[in-house]
C-alpha cells in the first residue's frame, strides 16, 4: 500500500518551520500597515509584497514530496489478568473466579484475534507474563493496578492502543473511595482506553474476620489493644457473633488471651480486645469467630498474626535459700543491671533454727510469699532463678506443676547449684525435673564437696552464650568449691561445661547444661561457686568482668537475644497455607558446621515437618524450601554444629488478607472505564469489547524535492525586487 503526501525539508525542525510561518505572517501585517502611507499603486505593493513573502518562505522551509510504501497491522492491546489468591474464592456461578479468569481471557484471545495481544498478571511489583498454558503458580496478596499501568507507561517501546483489565475490582489500588479525578490520576497514565471484565458481581454467603489492628507496640507484660473488624456479606444473617483471641505455643494447647461478641450491623462489626502477651520474641496469636451457619468461605473464619513483642525490662524473680557469697555476688550484678527489673527474696533462717515462735512460716524478716508469686504472679516473670533452696522445707514443692507448666508456656527458668538444689533440694522425680535439661537421680549423693576446676565441652567452645567468658578466660576456669551431682542430659539438651573427674555412665558429668523444653528454655548450672568469676586470683587478671560474662550469655540466650544465637532466620515474603514456603537462614559470624533445619507445628504433641540437614553450606543467606503448610502456627528451629539451635516461630494462613473479604467490587471497574473512555463487560460479554484501530507500519520512504532549493531562492530574490520597485514608485521608501 502506497501513501503520498507533502512534507516541509527534513533538515528544518518543526520548531523552525513555525518560525518561519509566524514570521511571514507577520510581513503581511507590516505591509497591510505600510499600505496606508503609499501615494499610488496600492494593489501592484500589496500583490509583490505577497508574493515576495510567499517565496522567501517557500525559499526557507523547501517543501518536499513523501512517498510511503507500507502496511496496516494489528494494534497493540495489553491484557491485565488479576493474580491475587482472591480469585481462588468462589463466583456467583460456583466456580472460582480464577477458573472464570482463564476463560475470560480465552474469551478476550479470541475477540482480539487480530491483534498483537499481550497477557500481563499484575499484582505486586510490576506485571509479569502470563504463559499461553495458564496463569502459572503465581499468587500475590495484592492487586496492585495502579502500580502495573504506572510500570507500562514507564516501559520503552510501542505504547498499547488498548489495555483490557480482567479482575474482580477489589484492588489495593486505586483504593476504594477515591473519586473520579483521583482515579484518573491513578490509572490515567497510559492514556488509551481500559476496558474491564467483571469476574463476579456478587460475593458468596460469608462472615470473615476482615482485619487485626493492634493499638501501638507489642511490650512483654503490656496489656495492648487489639482492634477486630468481622464482617458479613452475601445475604448471610449474621446476628451476634463470638470472637476468640488465642496464643499458640509449643508443646502445650493454645491459651485463651481474650474474647467477645461482635454484634454485626449493616455487614460489619468492629470489637475492641485487650490482650497482654507475657513473653518476647515472635509470637502468634490466632482470632478466630463462630461463623453463623451457611457460612460459604471457612477459610477466613480465622486469622494468624505473628507479633514481635519487645521487652522493656527483664522481669526477674530470685529465690535463694540462703545468703551464700554466690547468692549475694549474683544479687548484687543482677541489681547493677538497668535492664533487669529484679524480685529478690532470700530465705536468712533455716528451718532448724530456734525462732522463739510456734509458728515455722516465719523464717525470714518478712513472710515469704509463696502462695502469691507462684500462683498469681508467675507469668509476670520472665524467668525465675532457683538457687540453692530446698522445694520441700519452704513449700515450694506444691508449686512445681505450676513452675514446670510456666516454663512450657514459654517461661525461663535457671536452677543454681549448693547444698540444696537439684537432687539435695527434693526436686528429683517431681514436676520440674521434667523441664530441667538434665536428669536427677534421687539415689545418688546429691552434692560433693571436692575442689575442681570446670572444663568447657567443645559445643561450650563455640557457643555464643559463652563466648564472652571464653574470651577473657580461654580454657582456664577457677576453682570451686563443691558441685551437685548432675544426671546425664535430657533429650536434645546441650551440656557447655562439664566436670574432670566425675562420671554419669561412661561420660563427663555435666556442670553446665542448656535445653528448651515446649515454649520455654532452661539452664542447669551445677555449682554455687561462680562467684570465683568476679572475686579469684584468676578473676583479678580481667578486673572481675568473668562474672558478668556468664551470666550476660545465660539470661540473653534465656530471653532469646539475637546476640546468643547461633543463626537468624526468616521467611521469604510470607508463608501462605498451599504455597511453597522457604526459610531463609542467615550464619552468625564464626558459626561453622553443618546446618540442621526442622520445622514443627505449635501445639501439643504435634510432629515435626520437614527435618533437613545442610552440609558446610556456603557463607551468606541460605534459602531451605520448607514445603506447602496447613493453616496455623509453626516453630523452626536452626542448629549450627553442635551449637544450641536458633528459633523462629511463624504464622501461616490460608489466603491470607487476600482472603479476608471476599465481595468483588465490580462498580469501581465501571468507574475506571468511565474515567479513562473505556468499556466494562461482564465475565462472557467479551465479544463486546470495542477494536481499536489497526496501527500503519512503513516498510519504504522516499523523499524529493518539488524543485531544487536554488529555484526557490532565485524565485525569492526575483519577487522581492519587483516589491522593491513597485514600493519606489508608490512613493514608499
Known amino acids: 500500500m502506497s501513501a503520498r503526501s507533502w512534507a516541509f525539508s527534513d533538515d528544518l525542525s518543526s520548531l523552525g518551520s513555525v518560525a518561519a510561518l509566524l514570521f511571514a505572517l507577520l510581513s503581511i501585517v507590516l505591509l497591510l500597515f505600510e499600505l496606508r502611507r503609499r501615494e499610488r499603486l496600492g494593489p501592484i505593493i500589496a500583490a509583490t509584497g505577497a508574493l515576495a513573502t510567499v517565496a522567501l518562505t517557500l525559499a526557507v522551509l523547501r517543501p518536499v514530496r513523501v512517498t510511503e510504501r507500507g502496511s496496516l497491522v494489528g494494534p497493540r492491546v495489553i491484557v491485565l489478568v488479576d493474580q491475587s489468591r482472591r480469585l481462588e474464592l468462589p463466583a456467583e456461578d460456583g466456580r472460582s473466579r480464577r477458573v472464570r479468569a482463564e476463560a475470560a481471557v480465552a474469551a478476550v484471545r479470541d475477540r482480539y484475534g487480530d491483534a498483537r495481544l499481550g497477557v500481563l498478571g499484575f499484582g505486586e511489583g510490576p506485571p509479569q507474563a502470563v504463559p499461553d498454558s495458564g496463569f502459572g503458580a503465581r499468587r500475590s496478596a495484592e492487586s496492585d493496578l495502579a502500580g502495573a499501568l504506572g510500570a507500562l507507561a514507564e516501559s520503552t517501546g510501542e505504547r498499547p492502543r488498548a489495555v483490557v483489565v480482567v479482575s474482580d475490582g477489589r484492588l489495593s489500588r486505586p483504593a476504594p473511595g477515591s473519586d473520579d479525578a483521583a482515579l484518573r490520576h491513578a490509572v490515567g497514565g497510559l492514556g488509551v482506553p481500559l476496558h474491564t471484565v467483571r469476574l463476579a458481581d456478587a460475593g458468596p454467603k460469608d462472615a470473615s474476620v476482615r482485619s487485626v489492628r493492634a493499638a501501638g507496640a507489642a511490650v512483654a507484660h503490656q496489656p495492648m489493644s487489639l482492634t477486630i473488624e468481622v464482617g458479613c456479606a452475601g445475604g448471610l444473617e449474621c446476628g451476634d457473633i463470638p470472637v476468640a483471641v488465642r496464643e499458640h505455643r509449643q508443646g502445650v494447647e493454645p491459651a485463651v488471651l481474650a474474647s467477645g461478641t461482635a454484634r454485626v450491623e449493616d455487614g460489619t462489626a468492629t470489637l475492641e480486645l485487650r490482650i497482654t502477651l507475657e513473653r518476647a520474641g515472635a509470637r502468634v496469636v490466632e482470632v478466630s469467630i463462630d461463623a453463623p451457619a451457611g457460612d460459604q468461605v471457612p477459610d477466613n473464619d480465622r486469622r494468624f498474626v505473628t507479633f514481635s513483642v519487645a521487652r522493656e525490662r527483664v522481669r526477674l524473680l530470685h529465690v535463694a535459700g540462703r545468703p551464700t557469697y554466690d547468692v549475694r555476688t549474683l544479687r548484687q550484678w543482677l541489681k547493677s543491671d538497668e535492664s533487669v527489673d529484679l524480685v529478690a527474696f532470700f530465705i536468712l533462717r533455716g528451718m532448724t533454727d530456734d525462732t522463739m515462735t510456734d509458728d515455722d512460716s516465719e523464717l525470714a524478716l518478712i513472710p515469704f510469699p509463696v502462695e502469691e508469686l507462684f500462683t498469681e504472679h508467675l507469668p509476670s516473670f520472665d524467668a525465675i532463678v532457683l538457687q540453692d533452696i530446698d522445694a520441700v522445707a519452704y513449700k515450694l514443692d ?336
Not at 563 to 571: G, I, L, P, T
Open 398 to 733: 506444691r508449686h512445681l506443676p505450676a513452675l514446670a507448666r510456666y516454663v512450657e508456656a514459654g517461661g525461663g527458668l535457671i536452677m543454681v547449684g549448693g547444698p540444696s538444689s537439684f537432687t539435695g533440694g527434693n526436686y528429683a522425680g517431681t514436676a520440674l525435673e521434667r523441664v530441667l535439661p538434665v536428669e536427677l537421680d534421687e539415689k545418688v549423693e546429691p552434692h560433693d564437696a571436692a575442689e575442681f576446676s570446670p572444663r568447657f565441652t567443645e559445643i561450650g567452645r563455640s557457643a555464643p552464650v559463652l563466648s564472652g567468658l571464653f574470651e577473657l578466660l580461654g580454657e582456664d576456669l577457677p576453682t570451686m568449691t563443691g558441685s551437685n551431682t548432675l544426671g546425664k542430659p535430657r533429650g536434645a539438651s546441650f551440656v557447655l561445661m562439664e566436670h574432670p573427674r566425675r562420671k554419669v555412665g561412661a561420660s563427663p558429668m555435666p556442670v553446665l547444661a542448656l535445653g528448651e523444653s515446649g515454649d520455654g528454655r532452661s539452664i542447669a548450672l551445677g555449682v554455687d561457686g561462680s562467684y570465683r568469676l568476679a572475686w579469684s586470683e584468676l578473676a583479678a587478671g580481667v578486673s572481675g568482668r568473668a562474672f558478668g560474662a556468664l551470666w550476660d550469655g545465660l539470661l540473653g540466650w534465656l530471653m532469646r537475644d539475637p546476640r546468643f544465637e547461633v543463626a537468624r532466620a526468616e521467611v521469604v515474603g510470607q508463608c501462605v497455607s498451599g504455597e511453597d514456603t522457604t526459610l531463609r537462614l542467615h550464619r552468625l559470624p564464626g558459626a561453622s558446621g553443618d546446618v540442621e533445619v526442622s520445622v514443627e507445628r505449635l501445639g501439643k504433641g504435634s510432629p515435626k515437618v520437614i527435618e533437613k540437614k545442610l552440609p558446610s553450606p556456603p557463607i551468606g543467606p541460605v534459602d531451605v524450601p520448607v514445603g506447602k503448610l496447613e493453616p496455623g502456627g509453626y516453630v523452626a528451629r536452626v542448629k549450627v554444629g553442635q551449637s544450641p539451635p536458633a528459633r523462629l516461630d511463624f504464622a501461616c494462613e490460608k489466603g491470607g488478607e487476600a482472603f479476608a473479604d471476599s465481595r468483588p467490587d465490580g462498580p469501581r471497574l465501571e468507574r475506571i472505564s468511565a474515567v479513562t473512555g473505556g468499556t466494562s463487560v461482564r465475565a462472557g460479554q467479551e465479544a463486546t469489547l470495542p477494536q481499536p484501530s489497526a496501527t500503519r507500519i512503513a516498510a519504504e520512504r522516499h523523499v524529493t524535492p518539488i524543485v531544487p532549493p536554488w529555484v526557490w531562492t532565485v524565485l525569492a530574490a526575483l519577487c522581492l525586487g519587483a516589491h522593491w520597485v513597485a514600493r519606489r514608485r508608490g512613493g514608499l521608501t
